[in-house]
């Protein structure tokens, strides 16, 4: 048996006594295993604690020069080695018992739980047992959920017996109901449930009254049917057929039930009422349950929707007159300004009715079991009455304005109107926070397609659209219109011909426009707009307006707003009407537009430029180039009303292809017929060019202007000409015209029709002179300003990147070649005729055949030279 370590310190412990009394050195180190458990112990303490035991104290203070003596500390050392060894076979022993009852606690606990999990086992089969006794009769013995079926019967069967019994006794009840009432006159049983009070006592006692009434008039309408011995002493019956007789009693009965539905209905609806005071939600579900007896609840409905203080406050304030100032119902009239948006009074009730129906949406709730239809009465209340009869107000005030007025009002009441229904389905209202039911959604909906449906009945719209759009056109190109219809008319020529239809459509336009200026129908207020975007005077006639060039001018500004006005409409009834219509509301937008921007402005200016253009062919003064200021506003606008269309409208129309075809067809035609005008004139400005470089320049040239006098030097120090200085004075005139209103690829063209134009006029005047060797210089000078005039026109830069062109490349190659021939030309008057005939040698220089160039070799003075003669003969 070890032992223990109590023991082994006291040994210790006396073996270090002994030792001390015969050692003469200081005490051995005494130590337990609590010495070594202790938290604060360090290794490095307690051997320094061991050494400083064993050296003598003496020692210890003595001198440096002692000499060490280890002896001590190899015996302190020795003794405190074999102490731990004790120590450790102490511990070792301990450590085994503890690991033995260790070992017997686990194997305890395995036991505890397999006992336990027997017991949960034979639990769980006791379950199962009782299950199986419950399923025992089902048709599936093994099932999971056959016990569940067999409850759930049996609690159906007790639920169907006690609502039988149930039945039985309400019966029983009306039965007693009915001979009291039918005999004695006497109500009181159904008093007596009327006082019990509660939500099932009235809805009891209404339905009792309601059976009741329905038998007195059962009894009634059949007139007395056959009926038993003892039924005939209970209500008295005809012994001769054995029907009953519809006597008075019988009709006193029937009346009495009914006076009795009704004091009942008269005061569920007094108690509904004070219920609804209160704000006792409880107290008015229980009405709200037993009205529903009374014509499915609408007595009740119409009791909370009527009495409701938001249309009591609003009776007066809907029949207000629509106010607002002035300058709001000019700007919403003003076609050049933004609207302001909702008129303030509807925007006002609106943001009440949504407050209003959201609050009360909960109230709804909380009182009506049928909250439903509770809330669709009361959205119906809302939206037919007080929304629908300021909304009326509110156009009708803005129809006084203008059409511009009511169509905007219109669109921003329908935005705002729209705006509050999506509001009010996405705050779900009586499911919130979940969006409304499809039904409150789908009466949200129907309510205001219902509030705008007379504004879009069969064309009324778009016919609104189409007047508004008329007005505003026709005010805006008045002026225009009396300007042109005043216009010097040209003799009646083929020209003046194509012209007419534009100067009746002129006319009538102006004619129809005076006519609604004057008429009474039409309000002051859009009067003054329209004079004011005609820029006309308020008692201005038409003989006292006065036009000027300008007025009858094309403005691209004025063909922008055109443009802005038919968006807005376009826009507009994209988002009012839309639907299958569209289609047809756009190509009826876009003739207007085709009519008023195309024919009447835009094609009457180009009519009047072509006049123009036509006049100056036979002008005797120098060609007024001033139409081109129209040329290029009617290119802008052809550009403009060509992108909306096809931007725009023809979109619109896609889902009618028959209607998109025929937009597009009326488009492309008049878009072609504009672009033939134009070609018109930039023709007609090449012959009028044409005829004055030949008749009025040209023509001017002096014949010594080539063969100056050789005593003449100031001949050779002039630069040019007086006649090239003038043709070249006169094309960059033209240019300056040109070159603003023509680009891209017409003006390229058009820029070398001209320049082969000018050209061939040149090649045929050079023609006409004879040329001294002095004179060549003066033709190398010209046509060197000639040359140098047209390139900058850039015509051979056309001609090079045209190519793949036919028409361009034509104009352009011509124009090109004339330029070379024409510079050949100074070669054949300034050099000499050995080096002219080296020159003309094979038939063709830099481009140009020599055959060419024979006119003008005879037009030499020294023709008659055989230097000559022999260069004219080798071609």
């Not at 009495?256 to 005071?277: A, G, I, Q, T």
């Not at 809330?375 to 037919?384: D, E």
């Not at 006639?541 to 094309?554: C, N, S």
């Amino acid at each position: 048996m070890p032992a223990s370590s109590g023991d082994n310190a006291s040994i210790l412990t006396g073996h270090a006594s002994s030792s001390t009394l015969r050692s003469p050195f200081a005490k051995g180190p005494s130590f337990t295993l609590d010495t070594f458990s202790n938290q604060d112990f360090i290794v490095k303490d307690f051997v320094e604690s061991l050494s400083d035991s064993a050296v003598p104290i003496s020692r210890r203070s003595g001198p440096a020069s002692q000499a060490f003596d280890p002896k001590p500390l190899i015996r302190t050392f020795e003794a405190a080695v074999s102490r731990l060894k004790g120590l450790s076979e102490d511990l070792q022993v301990r450590e085994t018992e503890l690991s033995g009852a260790v070992r017997r606690a686990e194997a305890q606990h395995n036991q505890n739980t397999e006992s336990l999990g027997q017991k949960v086992e034979q639990a769980i089969d006791s379950f199962h047992q009782l299950d199986g006794s419950l399923s025992r009769n089902g048709s599936a013995p093994n099932g999971s959920d056959v016990g569940d079926n067999a409850v759930v019967r049996i609690g159906e069967r007790l639920e169907e017996l006690d609502q039988q019994r149930q039945r039985a006794q309400d019966a029983k009840f009306l039965i007693q109901c009915w001979i009291e009432v039918s005999e004695k006159g006497d109500l009181s049983a159904l008093e007596n449930v009327r006082r019990m009070g509660g939500g099932d006592g009235k809805l009891r006692c209404a339905h009792i009254a309601r059976q009741l009434l329905k038998i007195s008039q059962r009894l009634d309408r059949e007139n007395g049917p056959q009926v038993n011995g003892m039924m005939n002493g209970i209500n008295g019956v005809n012994g001769t057929n054995g029907r009953v007789d519809a006597s008075p009693s019988r009709r006193g009965t029937q009346e009495l039930v009914e006076k009795f539905l009704e004091s009942l209905e008269k005061d569920l609806l007094k108690e509904f009422d004070n219920y609804y005071r209160r704000q006792n939600y409880v107290g008015m579900q229980e009405c709200a349950v037993a009205l529903r007896d009374f014509n499915d609840g609408a007595s009740v409905m119409a009791l909370f929707v009527n009495q409701h203080q938001f249309f009591i406050d609003r009776s007066q304030l809907i029949t207000e007159e629509v106010a607002g100032d002035s300058e709001t119902w000019d700007r919403i009239a003003d076609p050049d300004v933004e609207p302001p948006g909702v008129e303030p009074s509807l925007q006002s009730l609106i943001d009440e009715v949504k407050v209003v129906v959201q609050d009360e949406s909960y109230i709804i709730k909380q009182a009506f079991p049928y909250y439903d239809e509770v809330l669709v009465r009361f959205l119906q209340r809302v939206f037919q009455q007080s929304i629908q009869q300021r909304l009326e107000m509110v156009l009708d005030k803005a129809n006084s304005i203008s059409p511009l007025a009511f169509l905007r009002t219109l669109q921003a009441a329908r935005s705002y109107m729209k705006d509050l229904v999506e509001d009010l389905k996405s705050h779900g209202l009586t499911e919130r926070p979940e969006p409304v039911s499809s039904q409150i959604a789908a009466t949200l909906d129907q309510q205001l397609d219902e509030l705008f449906v007379p504004y879009f009945i069969g064309t009324s719209y778009i016919e609104r659209e189409k007047r508004n759009l008329e007005e505003l056109y026709a005010s805006l190109l008045f002026k225009f219109t009396i300007y042109h219809s005043k216009r010097r008319k040209l003799p009646t020529t083929y020209l003046a011909s194509l012209s007419q239809r534009g100067k009746e459509l002129l006319s009538s336009a102006r004619e129809a426009y005076m006519d609604r200026l004057n008429s009474t129908d039409l309000p002051q207020s859009q009067k003054t707009m329209l004079r004011r975007i005609a820029g006309i005077k308020e008692t201005a006639t038409d003989t006292q307006i006065d036009v000027t060039e300008e007025d009858g001018a094309l403005s691209l500004p004025n063909a922008k707003r055109m443009l802005k006005w038919l968006a807005e409409g376009v826009g507009r009834g994209l988002e009012l009407s839309g639907g299958s219509d569209m289609p047809k509301d756009v190509a009826a937008l876009l003739n207007l537009l085709l009519t008023n921007m195309g024919e009447l402005y835009l094609e009457t200016a180009l009519d009047a430029a072509n006049d123009l253009a036509t006049g100056q062919e036979t002008s005797k003064n120098e060609p007024d180039f001033s139409y081109f200021n129209d040329l290029r506003a009617s290119i802008s606008m052809l550009h403009l009303l060509q992108t909306a269309i096809h931007t725009v409208l023809i979109p619109l129309a896609s889902s009618n292809l028959t209607i998109r075809r025929d937009i597009e067809k009326t488009s492309n035609a008049f878009i072609s017929r504009v672009e033939d005008k134009i070609s018109n004139i930039l023709q007609r400005t090449v012959d009028a060019v044409l005829s004055w470089v030949g008749r009025g320049i040209l023509s001017k040239q002096q014949k010594t202007d080539f063969r100056p006098r050789d005593d003449s030097p100031m001949a050779l120090e002039q630069l040019r000409t007086p006649t090239c200085s003038q043709l070249c004075t006169f094309l960059n005139r033209l240019n300056s015209r040109v070159k603003p209103a023509l680009s891209g690829r017409s003006r390229q063209v058009f820029s070398a029709e001209l320049a082969s134009t000018v050209l061939g006029a040149l090649l045929e005047h050079f023609k006409k002179f004879n040329v001294s060797l002095t004179g060549g210089l003066m033709v190398s000078k010209d046509v060197n300003a000639y040359v140098e005039l047209i390139r900058s026109w850039g015509i051979e830069e056309h001609a090079s990147n045209t190519a793949n062109a036919t028409t361009a490349t034509d104009v352009g190659n011509l124009a090109s070649r004339m330029l070379e021939v024409l510079g050949e030309v100074v070669n054949v008057f300034v050099i000499g005729p050995e080096a002219l005939r080296e020159r003309l040698r094979g038939g063709v220089v830099a481009g140009v055949e020599a055959k060419e160039l024979r006119p003008y070799i005879l037009r030499r003075d020294d023709v008659g030279t055989v230097g000559v003669q022999a260069v004219l003969n080798a071609l």
